[in-house]
């Protein structure tokens, strides 16, 4: 019995021992896990949102030596009640609003700064559009229909394997992917612990085997076929991401901070979801595409694109958000309307007849309750009709 003891504590301390071992070998990952967790934790979501890079691999998008473009201030006026109490509503952490390119409102909220890099979340998608553009323009991509697969090879035999880059682009391709962020089990919630633990995205979409419908059939928000614009990029170009959208995008507009995309295991940019970007620089890409892709007298991106995806072109039901490639235009649009959204309240908003370009980030975690994003868009035209009259 005493050998037994003695034997029994030997294993329990060996077994104690490694346990802590693989605790320090897999501490960063079981860290990332713990804060994809926590990460919309009412406490937390506000410093997370602003800290991405505390938590999570992520790789700079390199701001270049071009000098900062700069911003003009107009007369800021913005202070009614409505404006008030839906900031309150909706956790907004920042807000601004460019008028002729002028600055007319700027504010932070929550303890936030102009300074901080924010998670744009599905924002990262009309930046991804935009980059696509210009590859699409240089000639590195031949068409639109072309398969997904001409590109990326690795993913034949999948569910995209009949899907055309129109279809990945419109959100139309058919793959099967539950986009609920409540479920703990979700494709969505499934690929953030890849994304958490150092996996690789490029496989996730690979290994993806269901379709719901024909490509270009039905159209449904699948977050994962953005990340297949990346693959078809990076494929063309022998590119990766952040370098791509540095040279075309980010050092040409003249940004006040060198923003930072989340990445996998190996370093491959979350094009869908993980660029951070301070309030101001998102700001100047909006102005970049409210001009027509035009920018301190250099063409950034081509015209004729951002006039092809601000356009409704997703079969989307009558009623619903239209969708363009990877930018939304509301169902009711007015006359050059349009915008960029991503979840928890992160929108940049345009009306071009107008000039006005919104930027508002948030941490609101009742982004999904019926009629909030209408609200959001009502509000944002409230403000449109403040500046006209």
Known sequence: MRNF?????????LLLFVVAAVAIWKRDEL???????????ASRIVHNFSHMDEAFLNVTVARGETPVAPLSNGT??????????????????????????????????????????????????????????????????????????????SLKGGAYDAASIRDVLTMTSGVTFDEDYLDYDSDIN?????????????DFAADLTETHSEPGA????VSIDTHVISMVIRGATGRDIPSLLSEKIIEPLGVERAPYYLTDGVGVAFVLGGLNVTTR????????ILQDGQWQGKQIVPADWIAESTAPSAPTKSGQTQYGYQWWI???????????????GQYIYFNKPVGVVIVSTAADRNFREKGRAAENIALFRSVVDGIQN
């Open 5 to 13: 003891l003695k034997y029994g504590v030997r294993t329990l301390i």
């Open 31 to 41: 860290q990332r896990l713990m804060t994809v967790n926590s990460l919309f934790d």
């Open 76 to 153: 800021n006026n913005l202070n009614t009640d409505s404006y008030n109490e839906w900031l309150k509503s909706r956790n907004i952490t920042s807000f601004l609003v460019l008028h002729d390119g002028q600055i007319v409102h700027e504010a932070y909220f929550n303890d936030t700064t102009p300074q901080d890099l924010r998670i744009s979340w599905s924002v990262a998608k009309s930046y991804l559009s935009a980059l696509l553009g210009i590859v699409m323009d240089e000639g590195a991509i031949a068409s639109l229909d072309d398969p997904v697969t001409k590109y990326a090879p």
């Open 190 to 202: 499934r690929m953030g612990r890849v994304l958490a633990l150092g996996g690789k995205m490029d």
């Open 218 to 221: 039905r159209w449904t928000y």
């Open 281 to 288: 620089d998102y700001a100047r890409f909006g102005q970049m």
């Open 330 to 344: 509301p169902s009711d649009a007015r006359p050059g309307e349009f915008f960029a959204r991503g979840i928890y």
